[in-house]
């Protein structure tokens, strides 16, 4: 499978626990992004890598929230002390930036669905 | 001036119908819109894509029609089918920057048989 691949799909924890969302990107691509999708709204930008150097941040991304990209390959979301706000859809996207600085589309995974409890 | 409005927030549509979804931006400096279609439980998928320097961009039933004027931009579905239903979602991207999406919020469609 060469899409954007992301575990679990469905993640159930008790509020305050710790959570961690793996996103593997399609392999050529060298920019991988995090968005959350809350029902019936858009997915909201949350942050942003390019290889391993993440780049931009949302204010929506809190100080609990920690997302890393060790080597430009794999990402990692955790949540810290989750809050029954936090439940939503993850969503992990990825592209290429190609070499004039454009960006090739966009192709997002299944998503991880977070439900606080 | 980041923000992308989209309308309507639903839509039902009979087969065979023409689906269409409205979308408007603030920031002139966005340069590639593309359309997302997204099924329950699923992330959203690319359907199409247009750059400003076009006014019309048409994929099998899906066309992209662009004002950049007014800075508007639509989805037009023809021959809708039942399988149409889904949610779509419009979004804008500054392709020369970050390649940050920022979508709108959303359209259900549902196609009656």
């Known amino acids: 499978d060469t899409g954007v691949s992301q575990n679990p799909r469905h993640k159930i924890t008790k509020r305050g626990q710790n959570v961690t969302f793996r996103c593997d990107p399609i392999s050529e691509h060298n920019r991988l992004y995090w968005y959350r999708q809350t029902l019936g709204q858009g997915p909201e930008f949350l942050t942003y890598f390019q290889n391993e150097a993440q780049l931009e941040k949302s204010r929506l991304l809190s100080d609990r929230f920690s997302a890393e990209r060790p080597k430009g390959s794999f990402s990692t979301l955790e949540i810290q002390r989750t809050e029954q706000g936090d439940s939503a859809m993850y969503l992990c996207a990825s592209s290429r930036l190609r070499d004039r600085g454009l960006n090739t589309e966009a192709f997002f995974g299944q998503g991880t669905r977070l439900t606080v409890v | 001036q980041q923000q992308v409005k989209q309308s309507p927030q639903s839509l039902i549509v009979q087969k065979g119908g023409i689906s269409i979804i409205n979308c408007a931006y603030e920031?002139?400096?966005?340069?590639?819109f593309p359309w997302y279609q997204q099924f329950p439980g699923k992330g959203p998928a690319l359907l199409i894509a247009?750059?400003?320097?076009?006014s019309e961009k048409k994929e099998g039933r899906f066309t992209i029609s662009f004002n950049k004027s007014a800075k508007q931009f639509s989805l037009h579905i023809m021959d809708s089918q039942p399988g149409d239903s889904a949610t779509y979602f419009c979004a804008a991207l500054l392709s020369s920057n970050t390649g940050k999406l920022i979508f709108g919020q959303g359209t259900t469609l549902q196609v009656k048989p």
């Open positions: 920031n002139t400096a966005f340069d590639y």
């Open positions: 247009i750059r400003p320097d076009v």
